[in-house]
């Protein structure tokens, strides 16, 4: 039976909220380079990338903007384009949910479900993010809001944007239906979910403990594709861009035959979208009698200097002024470098230059540019096979062994791990020089065929390095074949071997390929451009009336900041709650004719919750007191931090600061 070589891969569609920094640009690279490594193995290979452009936040900016949804959108739409082409990414196709194919297909598929009973007309109650575009019930909020009376009259998702309490006719998709056919799925198909890690998330957080029905049309806004048999609802954003997958390869149209040749593929997701991905997507997909993925990897994020990129920090990182002065290939090279398989990666301005000097100019240029010059000094640039060294087995070996591994970590899409394979190749290459200094042997004409046999493997093994690099920095390869004096511009993976009759001489001088770069002077320009939209020139004033304040609540104004009274209130005792893993009851001294009580959600980020008596706090003293878990009355607020990583901490004052003191 001959195997069926296509491969279809995916992008996450991404939301046109703003300018795309790293994080973004890893995926699409990351997906590139898996395209084009396999296209080199011989795969006929589609590649897929676009954008998600319906929901209610979209509709809400655009009438801010003044313009109808489409004209706010199709601007976006132009500068995401032109990123992939600076970034030289070669997808197939690049989808809009708002094309009209994808609209039309979305309307035929809901209408299905409809009839066959898997989507049913009720009535939506609960609590809705329009920041995130998602639903939530009561206990997956990250904190409720309540008044005097125990109520929930709002809260917080775990994304930190608030929640709006949502009443309204709403179409249901039947998912507590299917909960035991995905979770036999799993098993039956353990590599469905990579990483591996992801699954058993997906499993103990939102399977086991009870899938629910899903909310899949909304009527409180227009900007999505509307039900053909009840146009006053629009349908859901996920379950209208989830399809993006396969009505991109025209299901749902009069020609499906790139579907029926590409899916199943592999969608390629950010780790904070796995759910709707690993959960709602087989299901929808079984549900039509479809077949789900072959795999769904969910990849971690890109933090810099350790901390979660934002604007608020100023570290967030762009694509353009880096490719501006560096180069695109450096650029590809280190954010696949720097990301562990499964794991968060971290950016820094340091480790970004040091990559260049070390890993680009030094290991692999200087490989390069000690090779060509010895043949062209020893030789007269010919390359010639001759007597075999003692030191060509290991390194054979070491070749061989590369390869092998490239391969298998391409196949898990562990793309640092085959970096770090091509890596070796080198350093064993360059240690081979020092073992066989070619330099002595040339000396001597009796040793003329060692030398030969030498420069002969610098050459191969550089041109099996430039192979495997092809996907990943193309350019750069092209640059060492030509300087290797190979013909040409793109060498087959599939059946890659170490050996090659080498004809052509090799270039009569060869140009550095990665200059190496001031560390000092080039991190400080990294520095200088990030949180900017830069086009590669450094920040050179700062406008605080034009930074985004990244704002997850309205503006007030300062006679509305003047009703909080925030006062300084010591610790007398604390103690956990009763019937609540989350909660601390405080009793404080604030300065009051008597003590004052305080709930806050805490008490897993204090778990030695003693250590706070005698600390002095800042609280919302001002608050409207509130009864919680129906007994017990909570008067203020304490306040907290929270950092990227998620931990929350009070805020702390000296503690020669009177109690009762007010801040402000």
Same mark, same amino acid.
């Given at each position: 039976m001959t195997e069926n070589k296509t491969f279809y891969i995916t992008t996450p569609i991404y939301y046109p909220s703003g300018k795309l920094h790293l994080g973004?640009?890893?995926?699409?690279?990351?997906?590139?380079?898996?395209?084009?490594?396999?296209?080199?193995?011989?795969?006929?290979?589609?590649?897929?990338?676009?954008?998600?452009?319906?929901?209610?936040?979209?509709?809400? %900016?655009?009438?801010?903007?003044?313009?109808?949804?489409?004209?706010?959108?199709?601007?976006?739409?132009?500068?995401?384009?032109?990123?992939?082409?600076? +970034?030289?990414?070669?997808?197939?196709?690049?989808?809009?949910?708002?094309?009209?194919?994808?609209?039309?297909?979305?309307?035929?598929?809901?209408?299905?479900?409809?009839?066959?009973?898997?989507?049913?007309?009720?009535?939506?109650?609960?609590?809705?993010?329009? @920041?995130?575009?998602? *639903?939530?019930?009561?206990?997956?909020?990250?904190?409720?809001?309540?008044?005097?009376?125990?109520?929930?009259?709002?809260?917080?998702?775990?994304?930190?944007?608030?929640?709006?309490?949502?009443?309204?006719? @709403?179409?249901?998709?039947?998912?507590?239906?299917?909960?035991?056919? +995905?979770?036999?799925?799993?098993?039956?198909?353990?590599?469905?979910?990579?990483?591996?890690?992801?699954?058993?998330?997906?499993?103990?957080? &939102?399977?086991?403990?009870?899938?629910?029905?899903?909310?899949?049309?909304?009527?409180?806004?227009?900007?999505?594709?509307?039900?053909?048999?009840?146009?006053?609802?629009?349908?859901?954003?996920?379950?209208?861009?989830? &399809?993006?997958?396969?009505?991109?390869?025209?299901?749902?149209?009069?020609?499906? @035959?790139?579907?029926?040749?590409?899916?199943?593929?592999?969608?390629?997701?950010?780790?904070?979208?796995?759910?709707?991905?690993?959960?709602?997507?087989?299901?929808? +997909?079984?549900?039509?009698?479809?077949?789900?993925?072959?795999?769904?990897?969910?990849?971690?994020?890109?933090?810099?200097?350790?901390?979660?990129?934002?604007? @608020?920090?100023?570290?967030?990182?762009?694509?353009?002024?880096?490719?501006? %002065?560096?180069?695109?290939?450096?650029?590809?090279?280190?954010?696949?470098?720097?990301?562990? *398989?499964?794991?968060?990666?971290?950016?820094?301005?340091?480790?970004?230059?040091?990559?260049?000097?070390?890993?680009?100019?030094?290991?692999?240029?200087? +490989?390069?540019?000690?090779?060509?010059?010895?043949?062209?000094?020893?030789?007269?640039?010919?390359?010639?096979?001759?007597?075999?060294?003692?030191?060509?087995?290991?390194?054979?070996?070491?070749?061989?062994?590369?390869?092998?591994?490239?391969?298998?970590?391409?196949?898990? *899409?562990?793309?640092s791990v085959a970096l770090s394979e091509i890596w070796t190749l080198i350093s064993r290459t360059n240690k081979y020089i020092d073992e066989t200094a070619p330099w002595q042997l040339a000396k001597a004409e009796e040793d003329k065929a060692k030398l030969n046999n030498v420069l002969y493997h610098l050459v191969a093994n550089l041109r099996v390095v430039a192979a495997l690099l092809q996907p990943y920095m193309h350019a750069t390869s092209e640059k060492i074949f030509a300087q290797l004096g190979l013909i040409e511009t793109q060498i087959e993976l599939e059946g890659l071997e170490m050996d090659y009759d080498f004809v052509n001489p090799v270039v009569a001088k060869g140009e550095p390929i990665f200059p190496r770069l001031d560390v000092e002077e080039e991190v400080a320009y990294i520095k200088s451009t990030m949180d900017s939209d830069s086009d590669g020139a450094a920040k050179v004033e700062w406008k605080p009336e034009e930074v985004d304040l990244n704002l997850t609540k309205d503006e007030i104004k300062f006679e509305d900041f003047e009703k909080i009274e925030i006062k300084i209130a010591e610790v007398i005792a604390v103690e956990k709650v009763e019937g609540s893993d989350k909660l601390l009851k405080f009793r404080l001294d604030a300065g009051d004719s008597e003590n004052r009580q305080i709930l806050s959600g805490i008490a897993k980020f204090y778990p030695k919750e003693q250590e706070l008596v005698g600390k002095k706090l800042q609280i919302v003293a001002n608050l409207k007191p509130r009864k919680m878990m129906k007994k017990y009355w909570s008067q203020g607020m304490i306040l907290s931090t929270e950092s990227p990583d998620g931990q929350l901490r009070v805020c702390e004052v000296d503690a020669s600061v009177p109690n009762g003191s007010l801040i402000g």
């Open positions: 973004s640009t890893y995926t699409t690279i990351a997906c590139d380079v898996l395209a084009r490594y396999k296209r080199l193995m011989g795969y006929d290979t589609f590649y897929l990338t676009g954008l998600d452009e319906h929901g209610q936040k979209i509709q809400q %900016r655009a009438e801010a903007a003044g313009l109808d949804p489409k004209s706010y959108l199709d601007p976006m739409a132009d500068e995401v384009k032109r990123l992939w082409a600076l +970034l030289d990414i070669n997808y197939d196709k690049f989808i809009r949910t708002t094309d009209s194919y994808h609209e039309e297909a979305v309307q035929k598929i809901f209408e299905k479900l409809l009839a066959q009973g898997d989507i049913y007309l009720g009535k939506y109650e609960g609590w809705y993010s329009v @920041s995130d575009e998602e *639903f939530f019930t009561e206990s997956q909020l990250a904190e409720v809001y309540r008044d005097t009376d125990g109520n929930v009259i709002g809260g917080m998702a775990p994304s930190g944007h608030e929640v709006e309490k949502v009443e309204e006719e @709403s179409y249901f998709f039947r998912m507590s239906k299917y909960a035991d056919w +995905l979770l036999e799925y799993y098993e039956e198909h353990p590599t469905f979910i990579q990483p591996e890690i992801r699954k058993n998330e997906m499993v103990n957080t &939102f399977i086991k403990p009870g899938l629910e029905d899903l909310a899949v049309s909304r009527t409180t806004f227009t900007w999505g594709i509307p039900i053909k048999s009840n146009p006053k609802h629009v349908i859901y954003v996920w379950l209208d861009a989830l &399809f993006n997958y396969i009505t991109a390869l025209g299901y749902g149209t009069d020609d499906d @035959s790139l579907y029926q040749k590409f899916w199943p593929g592999v969608n390629m997701v950010g780790k904070d979208i796995l759910r709707f991905h690993t959960i709602y997507w087989p299901i929808f +997909l079984h549900a039509l009698g479809l077949e789900a993925p072959t795999q769904v990897f969910g990849h971690g994020w890109y933090q810099v200097d350790g901390r979660k990129m934002s604007k @608020s920090f100023g570290n967030v990182v762009y694509a353009e002024p880096l490719v501006a %002065r560096y180069g695109l290939d450096p650029y590809r090279y280190y954010i696949l470098r720097a990301m562990p *398989f499964g794991n968060d990666g971290n950016f820094t301005a340091e480790n970004y230059i040091d990559r260049i000097n070390f890993d680009l100019a030094n290991d692999l240029g200087n +490989l390069l540019n000690r090779t060509v010059a010895m043949i062209n000094k020893y030789n007269a640039g010919k390359i010639e096979k001759g007597e075999a060294s003692e030191f060509d087995v290991s390194l054979a070996e070491v070749a061989q062994t590369s390869l092998n591994n490239y391969h298998a970590a391409m196949d898990k *899409f562990e793309f």
